[in-house]
């Protein structure tokens, strides 16, 4: 604990010392910016990488800003991430392009009922989803995706957790339909507004699948100001259901990249997933900072495989809860540059410097 307390005060004089190099107008606000990315979570260990948010107009109309974020990685796990997206408007926001792409190899590192557990994920996923819009605040289109996993055990335990959850290697491509409502103003800080995107995700076997499997997620968000004019009230439920035949590689899972930070992403899993989080966001007047508050919760349920004999015992309730400093890095569109400080109720604190709000 003591080591993450110092990493903490390592965060903070690096986010100071980031930010302190340049006091931007609104006038000269670049389109580029580079920040340092760093995490200490106990599954990863401490990881340091560099991001960049690129800010650009993607037409001549009055779209909103299109924005490229590319980034990675290397913990002392041995774990390293590299990761692009693409969040492209055209047509004055009647269309929508988000593409991702990541690369990665993680070391999972944690105790499971007195057993310590190790194994590697070899990743690599491609996301793209097309959104077009057909009548106000409504976009309806579809996509496609490309992922391969490989699991390689480090340990005896690692090994006894993959046979024991059916846990397979996957390589294959999906198609989806996806489905948005979207009122708000600002896409990258909103202070008010809807956003309900919903996705159909279908892995067929003639795409490279095992078996015909189906993922529905639902994400509603609702932005609101309180109090004042620099107080924000971000709200966000979050579900993804999978269908019975739905592998290890697919199932929902906890994590700051669905639902609830501070859950190591693949740790805990199950065939459903609901949740949801409220964010408090106050900018302090005439700078550059906000701070924050956070608490969520989350259930699973369903098992991995129902009632099969491979099922996933992680059913149940989970919450975290944190605080969290924020730095305009592009005050005119909105992007922050965001550290946060996470207690899960498994008892352990992690710390995230990441570009981009959480929801």
Request: net charge neutral; hydrophobic share 35%.
């Amino acid at each position: 604990m003591k080591k993450q307390y110092l990493f903490t005060l390592f965060c903070l004089v690096v986010l100071t010392y980031a930010t302190a190099q340049e006091e931007e107008s609104k006038e000269t606000e670049k389109a580029l910016k580079i920040v340092p990315l760093i995490t200490s979570t106990p599954l990863m260990g401490t990881g340091v990488g560099v991001g960049a948010s690129y800010l650009y107009t993607g037409d001549k109309s009055a779209a909103s800003k299109s924005q490229l974020n590319i980034g990675g990685q290397y913990t002392t796990t041995d774990s390293y991430n590299v990761y692009a997206t693409n969040n492209l408007w055209l047509q004055e926001n009647a269309i929508r392009l988000t593409t991702l792409g990541v690369y990665s190899s993680i070391n999972n590192e944690f105790e499971l009922d007195g057993v310590d557990v190790a194994y590697n994920i070899h990743t690599v996923i491609i996301d793209a989803l097309f959104l077009k819009r057909t009548s106000k605040n409504i976009y309806v289109g579809g996509g496609m995706l490309f992922k391969t996993l490989n699991y390689k055990p480090i340990n005896e335990g690692g090994e006894d957790f993959i046979d024991k959850n059916a846990i397979e290697n996957e390589t294959t491509g999906g198609l989806s339909f996806g489905a948005t409502y979207d009122s708000r103003k600002n896409k990258y800080y909103p202070t008010n507004g809807f956003f309900v995107g919903t996705r159909l995700n279908a892995f067929p076997e003639f795409l490279g699948s095992d078996m015909n499997y189906q993922s529905f997620i639902l994400d509603a968000r609702y932005y609101t100001k309180i109090f004042n004019e620099n107080s924000v009230l971000a709200s966000q439920l979050y579900g993804q259901f999978s269908s019975e035949k739905t592998p290890d590689a697919g199932l929902p899972s906890l994590s700051g990249k669905s639902i609830l930070r501070g859950f190591p992403n693949g740790k805990y899993k199950a065939r459903h997933m609901t949740g949801g989080q409220t964010e408090y966001r106050y900018t302090i007047p005439n700078s550059k900072f906000r701070v924050t508050g956070f608490v969520g919760v989350a259930n699973l349920s369903g098992g991995s495989y129902g009632d099969g004999t491979n099922s996933r015992d992680d059913d149940g309730w989970y919450s975290a809860t944190g605080i969290g400093t924020r730095y305009k890095l592009q005050a005119v569109t909105g992007v922050d540059v965001r550290l946060d400080f996470v207690h899960t109720n498994d008892n352990e604190f992690s710390v995230y410097l990441k570009l981009n709000q959480a929801f």
